[in-house]
C-alpha cells in the first residue's frame, strides 16, 4: 500500500533549483535510505514533505491526504514526524518529562491542565524501546551523545507518526551506539515506515533495504543496496571516483 508518493516535486530558491521534478513512492512498512552528496536536496525535500519549505510545483500526498499548503504542525497531526541535524532536546527535563511534552500535542487542552504523577503505559513502553528505561528520571543533559539521539526518536515515537524522517540519526555516534541505533530502526521499521538520510556508508550496507541516490536536485538512482552501490554514475557522484575498467 502506498503512503507517500511525491510527484514532480520542483523547489526553486529564486534562480536556484533544489529539487528538480522528484518522483518517489514510499509503500507502507519500508526502511528507506536517501543518499547524495553534500547540496543534493536531501533535507529540502525532507523539509518539502513537512511543510517547511512550499514546493515551487508537484504534488506531495500523505494517506491519501495532498500536503501541499499545510501548515508544520497539521502535517505532524497528519502522522509525519521528523528528527533534526540540531538536537531539539531539552536539556534541564527529564528523560520522562521530555517524551511526554512530545506527546502533549495529541492531548486535550483539559488534558494539559492536570500533571501526570506517572507516564501513561504507551511512553513507558516507547522509552523501553528504545533502551532509556533507567534513565526515565535522569535528566536529558547528562545524557551521552547516543543515548540523546534515542531520546530524540523516543519523543518522534511519542507523537504518533506512520511515518518518520530522520536526518543523519547516526552522526557522531561510535561503533556500539551506531550498532545500536541500526537495530532499534529495523525494530521500528516493523510497525512504521521510515525514511533515513545517511552518508555513513558502512552503516547503509548493513541496514539499508532499499536506497534512493540524489545528487543536484534529481534522483539519480534507486535499488537495494547492492544495485547502488556497484551503479558506475553512483561510484563517480557519490564515492568520488569513477570505477576503474576491466583490463583486456
Known amino acids: ?10 523547489v526553486t530558491f ?51 491526504q495532498t500536503l501541499n499548503g499545510k501548515a508544520e504542525h497539521r502535517i505532524v497531526r497528519a502522522g509525519i514526524g521528523r528528527t533534526f541535524q ?9 528523560v520522562a518529562d521530555n517524551v511526554d511534552l512530545a506527546a502533549s500535542h495529541r492531548l486535550h487542552p483539559w488534558q494539559l491542565l492536570r500533571r501526570r504523577r506517572t507516564l501513561p503505559p504507551a511512553l513507558t513502553h516507547i522509552l523501553d524501546r528504545v533502551g532509556l528505561t533507567a534513565h526515565t528520571h535522569t535528566k536529558a543533559a547528562t545524557l551521552s551523545h547516543g543515548q540523546r539521539q534515542w531520546l530524540e526518536i523516543a519523543m518522534l515515537l511519542a507523537q504518533q507518526p506512520r511515518l518518520l524522517l ?14 545500536r541505533t541500526g537495530d532499534l530502526l529495523t525494530e521500528i521499521a516493523t510497525d512504521h515506515t ?20 540524489l545528487h543536484e536536485g534529481r534522483i ?29
Open 194 to 213: 521510515i525514511i533515513v538520510i545517511e552518508h555513513d556508508m558502512d552503516f547503509l550496507r548493513r541496514y539499508a533495504r532499499q536506497v534512493t541516490v
Open 14 to 64: 529564486g534562480d536556484f533549483t533544489a529539487l528538480d521534478h522528484i518522483d518517489l513512492t514510499l509503500t507502507e512498512g519500508e526502511l528507506r535510505f536517501l543518499i547524495g552528496p553534500n547540496g543534493a536536496g536531501k533535507t529540502t525535500l525532507i523539509d518539502a514533505i513537512t511543510g517547511r519549505t512550499r514546493p515551487t510545483s508537484g504534488t506531495i500526498t500523505f494517506n491519501n
Open 166 to 179: 530522520l536526518d543523519e540519526p547516526v552522526a557522531g555516534m561510535n561503533t556500539q551506539e551506531r550498532t
Open 86 to 94: 540540531t538536537s531539539v532536546v531539552f536539556d534541564e527535563l527529564t
Open 1 to 10: 500500500m502506498s503512503l507517500l508518493h511525491i510527484h514532480g516535486l520542483t
Open 220 to 248: 539519480l538512482t534507486h535499488g537495494d543496496v547492492h544495485t547502488v552501490q556497484n551503479d558506475p554514475r553512483v561510484q563517480e557522484v557519490y564515492l568520488g571516483h569513477t570505477p576503474q575498467k576491466a583490463t583486456p
